[in-house]
């Protein structure tokens, strides 16, 4: 979360949210970013959609 936070504003953060749909998880968060896929729960399509975000910004990649 710490890396996230570096890149967005609180309230993008607080926006965003995750939802099970059937058995597909999807992750909505800054800009209308989308994501959606397999997850074992709504925390894991957070995780999974923050990770998204970050590499389609390509944010945090000066430090790998």
């Known amino acids: 979360m710490n890396e996230i936070q570096k890149y967005t504003t609180q309230d993008e953060r607080k926006?965003?949210?995750?939802?099970?749909?059937?058995?597909?998880?999807?992750f909505?968060?800054?800009g209308d970013f989308y994501w959606h896929g397999?997850?074992?729960?709504?925390?894991s399509a957070r995780y999974y959609g923050?990770?998204?975000?970050?590499?389609?910004?390509?944010?945090?990649?000066?430090?790998?």
Request: with cysteine.
């Open 50 to 64: 923050w990770s998204a975000y970050m590499g389609s910004k390509g944010y945090g990649k000066e430090e790998i």
């Open 15 to 26: 926006k965003s949210w995750a939802i099970r749909v059937g058995d597909q998880k999807e």
């Open 28 to 30: 909505h968060g800054p």
């Open 38 to 43: 397999q997850a074992c729960c709504l925390w």
